[in-house]
T-cell receptor, first 113, second 114 residues
Framework: KAGVTQTPRYLIKTRGQQVTLSCSPI?????VSWYQQTPGQGLQFLFE???????NKGNFPGRFSGRQFSNSRSEMNVSTLELGDSALYLC????????????FGEGSRLTVL | AQSVTQLDSHVSVSEGTPVLLRCNYS??????LFWYVQHPNKGLQLLLK??????LVKGINGFEAEFKKSETSFHLTKPSAHMSDAAEYFC????????????FGTGTRLQVTL
């Protein structure tokens, strides 16, 4: 069974631009979560989607948004990029909602110049 | 607010010697606790989880963790380190019954030397 797939793996943007990251969960998994990982702040929860509905949201500004499609694939968008948005963005999927047993992708590394 | 404290940012052991990575969690009625491992340029992989069953939890690759409520600890151990164990380890917590939002510790980098 294929794992969690994230695209693109690496990308470089400039301040003010926007970016969209994509995540394909493990087949059959209905929940998708997103985390931001930086050296300074560590792993921080962004949001979680289950059956196309956002179930929980972390403490990030409104520039960070996401959505989930009917096939459970998810995208997250960051608008008006800032230097501090440079990070590894990790997507994780799980069979159901309300579980910490997550399966992570390898991440999308975003560099903002 | 929940918090997870990993007491060591860096641990170095020799191959073949025991590993101890320490984690303290914030007191909660019914915590679910996890250890994840991250190898360089990879995502996180679940090592083991505690969800109110046995206090000694066995995970993959020979790792174990013991839940001690009196000490609010969930330390990760392995009897004999292998070179392939070198990675970053994260302790994490959610409260059962809430959204599956993991609160992670700051991580412990395990170095294994010959």
């Amino acid at each position: 069974k294929a794992g969690v797939t994230q695209t693109p793996r690496y990308l470089i943007k400039t301040r003010g631009q926007q970016v969209t990251l994509s995540c394909s969960p493990i087949s059959g998994h209905r929940s998708v979560s997103w985390y931001q990982q930086t050296p300074g702040q560590g792993l921080q929860f962004l949001f979680e989607y289950f059956s196309e509905t956002q179930r929980n949201k972390g403490n990030f500004p409104g520039r960070f948004s996401g959505r989930q499609f009917s096939n459970s694939r998810s995208e997250m968008n960051v608008s008006t990029l800032e230097l501090g948005d440079s990070a590894l963005y990790l997507c994780a999927s799980s069979l159901e909602y309300d579980t910490g047993e997550l399966f992570f992708g390898e991440g999308s590394r975003l560099t903002v110049l | 607010a929940q918090s997870v404290t990993q007491l060591d940012s860096h641990v170095s052991v020799s191959e073949g010697t025991p590993v101890l990575l320490r984690c303290n969690y914030s007191s909660s009625y019914s915590p679910s606790l996890f250890w994840y491992v991250q190898h360089p340029n990879k995502g996180l992989q679940l090592l083991l989880k505690y969800t109110s069953a046995a206090t000694l939890v066995k995970g993959i690759n020979g790792f174990e963790a013991e839940f001690k409520k009196s000490e609010t600890s969930f330390h990760l151990t392995k009897p004999s380190a292998h070179m392939s164990d070198a990675a970053e380890y994260f302790c994490a917590q959610i409260n059962t019954g809430t959204a599956s939002k993991l609160t992670f510790g700051t991580g412990t980098r395990l170095q294994v030397t010959l």
